[in-house]
């Protein structure tokens, strides 16, 4: 019995080598693009009004990214018109153990005519894909967070500027500016009574 192994032919060995290379080649890390963050982590925003017509986005408490993969991020106002970019700011990254923290902070002002303003932010990362959070900000609660709003133009008998408005119980009264009279409005019934002329 020859226990002597047959040659194995050059081909073969090169044809393994190369099948060898290709692997090693193709498991390495060629720049591929970071996972992007999930949906819950982006939508970790702390919004504030800060002002009639102004509105600041930051990231919210511990905002942390695997990867350095968000370039800059941008706020806007969306329309049916479409998306009009208002700010911009590039995020400052901390290495952490698990990853980066990510702090960022833009400020924009916003159309001070709307009561509802639809705020939204742009995360645009570096393989040039972006990824969006949308929210609508009620810019009558600046100064004061408790304001609501109860009543429309639409629903009053009276349009102009107000001398007086005062509200008991479920009733709303107003008065124009000069001699329009004054107005009960009931806001249960949604009844607007001409009380004095």
Not at 37 to 56: F, G
Not at 156 to 181: E, M, N, T
Request: charged fraction near 20%; aromatic fraction near 12%; charge should be negative.
């Amino acid at each position: 019995m020859n226990l002597v192994p047959k040659a194995i032919p050059i081909q073969n060995n090169v044809t393994a080598a190369l099948t060898a290379t290709l692997l090693l080649f193709l498991s390495c890390d060629q720049g591929v693009t970071s996972p992007l963050p999930s949906s819950s982590l982006l939508e970790n925003l702390v919004i504030t009004q800060t002002y009639y017509d102004s509105v600041r986005v930051q990231s919210g408490k511990n905002f942390v990214l695997r990867f350095q993969n968000v370039e800059r991020i941008s706020i806007g106002e969306q329309t049916d018109s479409g998306y009009t970019e208002l700010a911009t700011t590039k995020p400052i990254y901390s290495a952490i153990s698990d990853g980066y923290l990510t702090t960022f902070d833009v400020k924009a002002k916003s159309d001070s005519s709307l009561i509802i303003f639809p705020l939204r932010a742009k995360y645009h990362f570096r393989d040039g894909t972006t990824n969006e959070v949308s929210r609508n900000i009620s810019t009558l609660q600046y100064p004061y967070p408790s304001a609501e709003v109860f009543v429309t133009g639409d629903e009053v008998s009276y349009w102009g500027v107000f001398q007086d408005i005062d509200r008991i119980g479920d009733k709303l009264y107003y008065h124009p500016l000069g001699a329009g009279g004054l107005y009960e409005y009931d806001l249960v019934t949604r009844q607007t009574r001409e009380m004095l002329l």
